[in-house]
């Protein structure tokens, strides 16, 4: 089978990666183009790597599906892109609301709603009549109405996957899908054991990345559509 992977220089997107090569998938490895040692080390696993610095921007994604006319078609598409501070979880958590960057908010909408659908409109016509998306969300959803924790100020964070979460119900229901029988799977874990959160304060419990990786896995070889949270 050939997979296209967006976000492959993050935690999830690299052990996802590696696992297709192991199965003896053919895989193509999307990186921003920064990351050049990355690149290096995908490319030594034997992932075709190719760049595109910002999945949100339109023109960006549709040169990027461009390099791929006239070739084989994706069976698979992965969108695991995500974002990792330099001081990880807690800087990701630390602003209420009220003291919230707009640039945050604004990037984990480019993440986590524009993103993917730009990459649902130019690339599905790179994936083969039958084929899929692997869209990655969070479990963080499941806390709606319930009182977060008081160092988790993630409302912002919650409230842009809760919105990516109605895109893809109405990718699902797209014409264009139906008609090429696309599945669109959604893989929700909550928080996963990466370097992300390897700074206090932790998670007492998390989903192994392993784990998150056999998941989307096993979507990308389902023949029904695949909708799960992993929680630990």
Same mark, same amino acid.
């Given at each position: 089978?050939?997979?296209?992977?967006?976000?492959?220089? *993050?935690?999830?997107?690299?052990?996802?990666?590696?696992?297709?090569?192991?199965?003896?998938?053919?895989?193509?490895?999307?990186?921003?183009?920064?990351?050049?040692?990355?690149?290096?080390?995908?490319?030594?696993?034997?992932?075709?790597?190719?760049?595109?610095?910002?999945?949100?921007?339109?023109?960006?994604?549709?040169?990027?599906?461009?390099?791929?006319?006239?070739?084989?078609?994706?069976?698979?598409?992965?969108?695991?892109?995500?974002?990792?501070?330099?001081?990880?979880?807690?800087?990701?958590?630390? $602003?209420?609301?009220?003291?919230?960057?707009?640039?945050?908010?604004?990037?984990?909408?480019?993440?986590?709603?524009?993103?993917?659908?730009?990459?649902?409109?130019?690339?599905?016509?790179?994936?083969?009549?039958?084929?899929?998306?692997?869209?990655?969300?969070?479990?963080?959803?499941?806390?709606?109405?319930?009182?977060?924790?008081?160092?988790?100020?993630?409302?912002? $964070?919650?409230?842009?996957?809760?919105?990516?979460?109605?895109?893809?119900?109405?990718?699902?229901?797209?014409?264009?899908?139906?008609?090429?029988?696309?599945?669109?799977?959604?893989?929700?874990?909550?928080?996963?054991?990466?370097?992300? $959160?390897?700074?206090?304060?932790?998670?007492?419990?998390?989903?192994?990345?392993?784990?998150?990786?056999?998941?989307?896995?096993?979507?990308? *070889?389902?023949?029904?559509?695949?909708?799960?949270?992993?929680?630990?």
């Amino acid at each position: 089978m050939k997979y296209l992977v967006f976000g492959a220089a *993050g935690s999830i997107g690299g052990v996802l990666v590696r696992q297709l090569l192991s199965a003896g998938h053919e895989v193509i490895a999307s990186v921003r183009e920064r990351h050049v040692r990355v690149e290096e080390e995908l490319s030594e696993a034997g992932a075709q790597v190719a760049a595109v610095d910002d999945v949100s921007d339109l023109d960006q994604v549709k040169a990027f599906a461009a390099r791929f006319a006239g070739e084989r078609a994706f069976d698979g598409i992965v969108y695991a892109v995500g974002h990792c501070p330099p001081k990880g979880f807690p800087e990701a958590i630390k $602003h209420p609301l009220s003291q919230l960057p707009l640039a945050e908010y604004l990037h984990e909408i480019n993440m986590h709603q524009i993103g993917p659908l730009v990459v649902f409109q130019q690339m599905a016509g790179c994936v083969a009549d039958g084929g899929c998306f692997v869209f990655m969300s969070s479990a963080i959803t499941r806390l709606k109405g319930k009182p977060f924790p008081s160092f988790l100020h993630a409302h912002h $964070h919650a409230g842009v996957i809760g919105a990516g979460d109605w895109l893809v119900d109405g990718m699902r229901e797209d014409p264009m899908v139906a008609k090429r029988g696309i599945k669109i799977h959604r893989i929700a874990p909550a928080a996963v054991n990466t370097p992300f $959160h390897d700074i206090e304060p932790r998670v007492p419990k998390m989903v192994p990345i392993a784990t998150v990786a056999e998941r989307i896995v096993f979507a990308l *070889g389902s023949p029904v559509v695949v909708d799960e949270q992993l929680v630990p």
